[in-house]
């Protein structure tokens, strides 16, 4: 196999409540959507309204829902019901929680001072990738704020995905130090918490593939 020296970098926008959010998002260039399934976020949807977003993704759209110390139960009443091709887990789960739905997953972190990353990633040798993000304690991502990026270091053979305080501004920056395989965003592209906003959205992508067309003409 050829080792490139650059790859594409793919973009998930995360926390889509409105059908034509999804919709803008995924004609605008977005990889991966993200659907919240913990009801304290105020980007939250039940099935019913996970659905009707879903109507509006097409093929070749990664569709992740996400969790916050969801029961087993709970989990499973989702993808019972609603297309969800990658699980990402924010709370407290264990790997073998994680592993224990036999679907692709994506474990978060969030990078507080004393995080040992290089035993994370050994922790959870199942998980397609980790997603750092910064530290709040008890609250589960969507805050913008971010953490040093020069601390999203991943190990050989090994994929991160930076999320945390990401927005238009600062996104070109945070490739340029943390070069990860993914970013996420979610509060940094919106107009109201769970409203996103289609030019944020499109110059965000923008920023991402003005930094990816620099790494190929490297």
């Not at 107009?191 to 992508?205: E, M, P, T, V, Y």
């Amino acid at each position: 196999m050829t080792a490139y020296p650059w790859q594409r970098t793919r973009v998930k926008i995360c926390g889509l409540t409105q059908p034509g959010d999804a919709e803008q998002a995924v004609a605008l260039g977005a990889d991966a959507i993200g659907l919240v399934f913990y009801p304290p976020s105020p980007r939250a949807v039940d099935i019913d309204r996970a659905q009707a977003v879903l109507a509006a993704v097409g093929p070749f759209v990664t569709v992740v829902g996400l969790f916050v110390n969801a029961t087993g139960h709970e989990v499973d009443g989702v993808l019972s019901k609603v297309r969800i091709d990658l699980l990402q887990f924010h709370g407290d789960e264990s790997p073998e929680y994680c592993a224990s739905f036999r679907k692709p997953y994506v474990r978060a972190l969030q990078m507080a001072p004393d995080i040992d990353l290089a035993a994370e990633f050994a922790r959870f040798p199942d998980a397609l990738a980790l997603l750092l993000d910064a530290y709040h304690g008890d609250i589960r991502g969507g805050t913008g704020q971010a953490f040093d990026w020069q601390r999203a270091v991943a190990p050989p053979g090994r994929q991160l995905i930076l999320a945390g305080g990401l927005n238009p501004d600062n996104v070109g920056q945070a490739l340029e130090v943390a070069r990860p395989y993914a970013v996420d965003v979610s509060s940094g592209v919106e107009s109201a918490k769970g409203i996103k906003d289609a030019a944020r959205i499109a110059r965000f992508l923008t920023e991402v593939y003005d930094f990816d067309q620099r790494q190929r003409s490297r």
